[in-house]
């Protein structure tokens, strides 16, 4: 029969490869258009008259924070409750290098060219991941829920740290001014990031989200990614196979921590603001349901589930309400005309979190691998799989007889 | 039938003693022209909208029309509502919209609009977020019918959302912000620079009609000094900006007032108990504690602490108005017995007992709010109320949908009779110059107003 003939090994490698390249055109291909539709929001919001540009600014901060927090649990598989701490040190590197209101600034500490927003994003990235790589170092033996615990306790620690060092950090009053980018111009357009350009602090926070996103995505396909993925799936066999396993869990820290120093920087110099109570153990925790909703360990899962988590947190139940009240109106029922809708957004939240963890455990888009783990019932391999096994179980059996 | 004299009946339709079908038909007999008697009706229907006794604070004088023929204006609030903030933040929309309905919606011949942002999220429980602190204030700048913004509750939202609106030139009152740097420099209690880097422009565009900290800090130590008649206070506070503030002007003015200052620290407001931290600062022997914090940083359990091993007869508790709700009393419960409370302005209960329109609001708050006839609304509430009748009698007096005219004639208010029936004028920094500190004590399980402070 045809289709059980054994395909030729360079047939298959060449139609394996050829699949691959157009898989990875068709995602590129994807992810430019939903590229170029992010990009696009401030002129449709313009348009349409939304107003919704603020939020849209904010919730892609949160997609950074999720990229970024999806590298420690979803690609290494180390439980992180920690994340707000490295959120935290990436906004106050950009608050203690730029504020007037900064000690190092007041004492002459920080020279001038480092006064400005885009040294100090950098110098932020690199500052959380070094303070990913010091939490790392303790949790090296430590897994699952003692590794959570650890993580826990560090990020405690560094709201509390940035609240009681007041000489330093400003202590309850924050800093505030923070350093934004100054006005500079592209193709004759002017970028200017006054709190009222919000065009351009969108672009600005999306255009960091793309370079995160292209980074992220090479580390993952990456000998470091596969690391990763070795050490989540199985730490024993990984190290068995010669994955060292200090590098791997320091980097995955460490790249984590620093995607959340970009969003922290971002956040500062865009809110204009510090403040220890925009760090405290609620901000883990929501980023981690991000993650875990999204689907762990698929990226554009994780990039949906803050989209989504944030929309509903800051848009939908607000722009929800008018239309439900005019229904409340058209069918005479009190309790709808006047309900604001706003006021249910915590139990629509924990719903949406219970239901989906019930009825889709793995999250709205994981990773395939991930999927499997769930669905064990599903994982069909495929006849053409067990036709190739057979044969080359087939060509490597000695006939009988034949050693001697 | 003897004709009727004119402006008798002008009298008897204002006193609400015949109908307004019966002032048409006997002016008319009396021979009234149709125009003046359509004036004489417009003027009625306007003191009509004053009809809710709680409406006619204000600047005394200032009229209202109903009249909505000029178009429309809208009113945006920006606070948090939901979770932690549930019920503060939703009594002071209550005490606004009330106020609007009070005024007929219209103001200067616009019908007026409001709509109340939320500025919590649920990602921080509900508490206030930079994020929607800069967007709801930019939808504001952005709106051009947008006249006034009001808010914020938090006074770190309000640095944030205040250099906004003074570029925009759009006039920002506030119900609850008590921080001084937002508008005033204090020195102990306000950071260098403040309060000039708020306002880019250098006008002046935000005001407040509750006092600030310093102001209650200072009454609070001037009270325990020379009415309490106490001398050594030991300091505690929540470590929030609000707590920390209010707790150091009270340690400044108490030491420059004579007193001894045997401590001024933070607690930790997720502790289990305080037993250990009392039993120290019982060593050190002070004869008043003074806690600068909310009632949400565990306060309660402090006061229990602190009861364990100090009575009320010897060491006074004192504490600012962020502990003026029944939550604090229920949470410390016999220890909250006889603790003092320092609160810009007037309870619920004295605001009753005063009568007029103050009773007349908390009358209707409670019906609103379906709280019963003892239930106490947010105290800050009554502000939220007082700070829209600011904006409605501006724009009244503008008589215009311009940002400047309005923000001129906020700014401008002068005499401002409250629910309370003292008055205020707006100083040059955006407070009121007579900011009354309200005494209350806890008496038999219910706070209790005592008097005023200063």
């Known amino acids: 029969?045809?289709?059980?003939?054994?395909?030729?090994?360079?047939?298959?490698?060449?139609?394996?490869?050829?699949?691959?390249?157009?898989?990875?055109?068709?995602?590129?291909?994807?992810?430019?258009?939903?590229?170029?539709?992010?990009?696009?929001?401030?002129?449709?919001?313009?348009?349409?008259?939304?107003?919704?540009?603020?939020?849209?600014?904010?919730?892609?901060?949160?997609?950074?924070?999720?990229?970024?927090?999806?590298?420690?649990?979803?690609?290494?598989?180390?439980?992180?409750?920690?994340?707000?701490?490295?959120?935290?040190?990436?906004?106050?590197?950009?608050?203690?290098?730029?504020?007037?209101?900064?000690?190092?600034?007041?004492?002459?500490?920080?020279?001038?060219?480092?006064?400005?927003?885009?040294?100090?994003?950098?110098?932020?990235?690199?500052?959380?991941?070094?303070?990913g790589v010091l939490l790392g170092a303790p949790t090296l033996r430590l897994r699952g829920d003692y590794l959570a615990i650890v993580t826990l306790g560090f990020g405690e620690i560094v709201p509390n740290f940035f609240l009681n060092a007041e000489k330093i950090t400003n202590g309850t009053l924050g800093l505030n001014p923070v350093g934004k980018p100054s006005t500079f111009t592209i193709f004759g357009h002017k970028f200017a990031f006054a709190p009222t350009d919000q065009d351009n602090w969108y672009w600005l926070i999306l255009a960091i989200c793309v370079l995160s996103l292209f980074m992220i995505r090479r580390f993952y396909n990456s000998r470091l990614g596969r690391t990763w993925q070795a050490v989540r799936e199985d730490e024993i066999a990984a190290a068995s196979m010669g994955v060292n396993l200090v590098r791997t869990k320091l980097w995955a820290f460490a790249l984590g921590a620093s995607f959340a120093g970009f969003a922290g920087s971002l956040s500062a110099a865009y809110f204009q603001y510090v403040h220890p109570a925009n760090f405290e153990f609620i901000v883990s925790i929501t980023i981690l349901s991000m993650v875990v909703l999204g689907g762990i360990g698929n990226i554009y899962g994780v990039i949906a589930g803050a989209l989504l988590i944030g929309f509903f947190d800051r848009i939908l139940t607000e722009e929800l309400t008018p239309p439900l009240n005019s229904l409340g109106d058209a069918l005479s029922i009190d309790f709808l005309a006047n309900h604001n809708l706003t006021q249910d957004k915590f139990l629509i939240f924990g719903l949406a979190l219970v239901l989906t963890m019930l009825l889709r455990p793995e999250g709205l888009f994981p990773s395939a691998r991930r999927k499997a783990e769930f669905h064990p019932e599903e994982d069909k391999i495929s006849e053409h799989e067990q036709q190739q096994m057979y044969d080359i179980r087939e060509m490597d059996e000695p006939a009988v007889g034949e050693r001697a | 039938m003897a004709r009727e004299s004119i402006a008798g009946l002008i009298a008897q339709l204002h006193q609400s003693k015949i109908t307004r079908r019966e002032f048409t038909q006997r002016a008319a007999v009396a021979g009234l022209s149709a125009g003046l008697v359509g004036n004489v009706l417009a003027v009625h229907a306007a003191k009509a909208q004053d009809l809710p006794e709680a409406a006619t604070i204000g600047i005394p004088g200032t009229p209202h029309t109903t009249d909505t023929s000029k178009g429309t204006i809208k009113l945006y609030s920006s606070w948090p509502f939901t979770g932690a903030m549930e019920r503060i933040g939703g009594h002071a929309i209550e005490a606004t919209y009330m106020c609007l309905e009070d005024f007929g919606n219209a103001a200067g011949g616009f019908a007026i609009e409001y709509e109340p942002l939320d500025e919590g999220i649920a990602a921080n429980e509900g508490r206030w977020d930079p994020g929607k602190a800069t967007e709801n204030a930019n939808r504001a700048i952005n709106d051009e019918s947008c006249m006034a913004y009001l808010g914020t509750y938090n006074s770190g939202s309000a640095a944030i959302s205040v250099p906004l609106t003074n570029v925009a030139g759009l006039a920002q009152i506030s119900f609850a912000n008590t921080y001084p740097g937002l508008t005033t420099s204090f020195e102990g209690a306000t950071e260098e620079g403040e309060p000039d880097l708020y306002y880019p422009t250098g006008t002046r565009n935000y005001m407040r009609v509750c006092p600030a900290d310093h102001v209650q800090g200072d009454a609070g130590a001037r009270w325990a000094i020379h009415e309490n008649g106490r001398s050594k206070a030991y300091i505690l506070h929540d470590n929030s900006l609000y707590g920390k503030g209010v707790a150091n002007v009270f340690a400044l003015i108490f030491a420059q007032e004579g007193g001894e200052v045997l401590g001024n620290d933070g607690y930790d407001p997720r502790a289990s108990d305080y037993q250990s931290l009392m039993t120290s600062i019982a060593d050190a022997g002070p004869d008043i504690i003074y806690v600068g914090a909310t009632v949400d940083n565990n306060a309660a359990k402090l006061l229990q602490d602190m009861r364990g091993v100090m009575s009320a007869d010897d060491v006074t508790f004192l504490g600012p108005d962020g502990l003026n709700t029944d939550t604090f009393v229920q949470g410390a419960a016999d220890a909250a017995e006889g603790a003092w409370i320092t609160f810009g302005g007037f309870s619920a209960d004295a605001l009753v007992e005063l009568g007029g329109p103050g009773a007349d609001y908390v009358a209707r708050i409670r019906e609103r709010l379906d709280l019963g006839e003892t239930g106490q609304p947010d105290s800050y509430a009554v502000y939220a109320y007082e700070s829209m009748v600011v904006v409605l009698q501006a724009i009244e007096r503008a008589g215009a949908a311009d940002r400047t005219a309005i923000l001129d004639q906020m700014f401008g208010t002068e005499g401002f009779v409250t629910l309370a029936g003292t008055t205020w004028s707006f100083n040059d920094e955006g407070d009121i110059d007579n900011p009354v500190i309200g005494l209350i004590r806890v008496v038999d399980g219910v706070l209790t107003f005592q008097g005023t402070a200063n």
Not at chain 1, 27 to 54: K, M, T
Not at chain 1, 106 to 130: D, M, R, T
């Open chain 1, 1 to 131: 029969m045809a289709s059980s003939m054994p395909t030729a090994p360079g047939e298959l490698a060449s139609g394996s490869i050829l699949q691959r390249i157009m898989s990875g055109r068709q995602e590129n291909l994807l992810l430019c258009l939903a590229i170029s539709v992010f990009a696009l929001y401030p002129l449709v919001d313009e348009l349409f008259d939304i107003g919704r540009l603020g939020s849209m600014g904010s919730i892609m901060i949160y997609v950074l924070l999720a990229m970024g927090l999806n590298i420690v649990v979803g690609y290494a598989g180390l439980l992180d409750l920690g994340y707000a701490a490295f959120f935290a040190i990436g906004a106050y590197t950009m608050g203690l290098l730029t504020s007037p209101k900064s000690f190092f600034i007041k004492e002459g500490y920080v020279p001038e060219w480092l006064q400005h927003f885009w040294p100090a994003l950098a110098v932020s990235w690199v500052v959380a991941a070094i303070f």
